[in-house]
């Protein structure tokens, strides 16, 4: 069975101050890794989706990094508008068609 | 493009009612999804399809059934619902080698 496990389960952050936030996963064969941003009230927005292990993806403040036992998202200098939860999802298998998300991580910057 | 359309958006059920969720896109998607995320927790699915006529469970179908006679319209029903149904449903598209985009949700109390 698919597991993914996010880390830390929430995290507060002064403004400018970088930090990582851990996904590890457990799959057979893995077809993706996806990072998702999700705001109070809304459904989960599309931000990476990593392929193999060494890959990196970057948009603006935001980098994710993928091995073949987990995935890091950092967020350098993050500002108060990056606050939101971020989920990791994994597909795997032959077809590859369903996502196994993790419990995902709340960020809170503050000023 | 509207994207992933859900309907509607709040809803308050009494145990033993039913009711039909609605879901539409307008990208010609041939892969939908269903999810259900419990507060503080992840997504889990609960059904997808592959193609209009073609659906299979997910990790928590009891409870649900969904059909897909159209590429544009997936609801999912509820038939008799219980308090262990009340949670925040996603439903997701996305077509082949492409991530899932999500709509709102819908948020479903059922008293």
């Known amino acids: 069975e698919d597991q993914v496990t996010q880390s830390p389960e929430a995290l507060r952050l002064q403004e400018g101050e970088s930090s990582s936030l851990n996904c590890s996963y457990t799959?057979?064969?893995?077809?993706?890794l996806f990072w998702y941003r999700q705001d109070p009230g809304k459904g989960p927005e599309f931000l990476f989706t990593l392929y193999s292990a060494g890959e990196e993806k970057e948009k603006e403040r935001l980098k994710a990094t993928l091995t073949k036992k987990e995935s890091f998202l950092h967020i350098t200098a993050p500002k108060p508008e990056d606050s939101a939860t971020y989920l990791c999802?994994?597909?795997?298998?032959?077809?590859?068609?369903?996502?196994?998300f993790g419990g995902g991580t709340r960020v809170l910057v503050k000023p | 493009n509207a994207g992933v359309t859900q309907t509607p958006k709040f809803r308050i059920l009494k145990i033993g009612q039913s009711m039909t969720l609605q879901c539409t896109q307008d990208?010609?998607?041939?892969?939908m999804y269903w999810y259900r995320q419990d507060p503080g927790m992840g997504l889990k699915l609960i059904y997808y399809s592959v193609g209009a006529g073609i659906t299979d469970k997910g990790e928590v179908p009891n409870g649900y059934n969904v059909s897909r006679s159209t590429t544009e319209d997936f609801p999912l029903r509820l038939e008799l619902a219980a308090p262990s149904q009340t949670s925040v449903y996603f439903c997701a598209s996305r077509s082949s080698n492409q991530p899932q985009h999500f709509g709102d949700g819908t948020r479903l109390s059922i008293l």
């Open positions: 799959v057979s064969g893995l077809r993706g």
């Open positions: 990208m010609n998607h041939n892969y």
């Open positions: 999802a994994v597909a795997a298998g032959a077809a590859g068609n369903k996502l196994t």
